[in-house]
T-cell receptor, first 112, second 112 residues
Framework: DAMVIQNPRYQVTQFGKPVTLSCSQT?????MYWYQQKSSQAPKLLFH???????NEADTPDNFQSRRPNTSFCFLDIRSPGLGDAAMYLC???????????FGPGTRLTVL | SQQGEEDPQALSIQEGENATMNCSYK?????LQWYRQNSGRGLVHLIL?????REKHSGRLRVTLDTSKKSSSLLITASRAADTASYFC????????????FGKGITLSVRP
């Protein structure tokens, strides 16, 4: 089945230790999104790629970076995680000019 | 900033009853979508309604949109225990990258 896959599902890191979260998709969608969702809050868009074009949200901290080496994969790098970065990170995709987004299961990040 | 505001924040009903959830938003929209999130999982798209539509149905779901009041409601009829989840409304804009802005969500509990 075509899907959005996120690895790992659970990630534990130490304060200040860089971490990379992975998202892959078999839908061949050209747009990929990263959201941060803290407990009992709305998912918040961090950035998205339209093909290789990177679009950063204005309030996304510099500590968050992203890479998209090809259509199928997108990575979220957190350079120096702080305690406030503990959250669920959701990857989503869609086809350009369509409205429905398809979400992966998320990666739960814990910062010790 | 957050666009959608759902109410109530939490809803508990008996299996077989109907559940009604409301969402209000602030700015003009292209479409409004409802997503479901089971505990600790990603979001699943339920239904989309465009700004020029007033009502849509999908199975046990009925969504309405009132653009003059900037509000939407989601009705789940004949609820089941498996409907227990968080429900989010999200407003979508136009363009190649149709960004979504989510509300905080409503926690629905359906008692068997």
């Amino acid at each position: 089945d075509a899907m959005v896959i996120q690895n790992p599902r659970y990630q534990v890191t130490q304060f200040g230790k860089p971490v990379t979260l992975s998202c892959s998709q078999t839908l061949n969608h050209n747009v990929m999104y990263w959201y941060q969702q803290k407990s009992s809050q709305a998912p918040k868009l961090l950035f998205h790629y339209y093909d290789k074009d990177f679009n950063n949200e204005a309030d996304t901290p510099d500590n968050f970076q992203s890479r998209r080496p090809n259509t199928s994969f997108c990575f979220l790098d957190i350079r120096s995680p702080g305690l406030g970065d503990a959250a669920m990170y959701l990857c989503a995709t869609n086809l350009a000019y369509t409205d429905t987004q398809y979400f992966g299961p998320g990666t739960r990040l814990t910062v010790l | 900033s957050q666009q959608g505001e759902e109410d109530p924040q939490a809803l508990s009903i008996q299996e077989g009853e109907n559940a009604t959830m409301n969402c209000s938003y602030k700015t003009s929209i292209n479409n409004l979508q409802w997503y479901r999130q089971n505990s600790g999982r990603g979001l699943v798209h339920l239904i989309l309604i465009r700004s020029n539509e007033r009502e849509k149905h999908s199975g046990r779901l009925r969504v309405t949109l009132d653009t003059s009041k900037k509000s939407s409601s989601l009705l789940i009829t004949a609820s089941r225990a498996a409907d227990t989840a968080s429900y989010f409304c999200a407003t979508g804009d136009t363009g190649a990258n149709s960004k979504l802005t989510f509300g905080k969500g409503i926690t629905l509990s359906v008692r068997p």
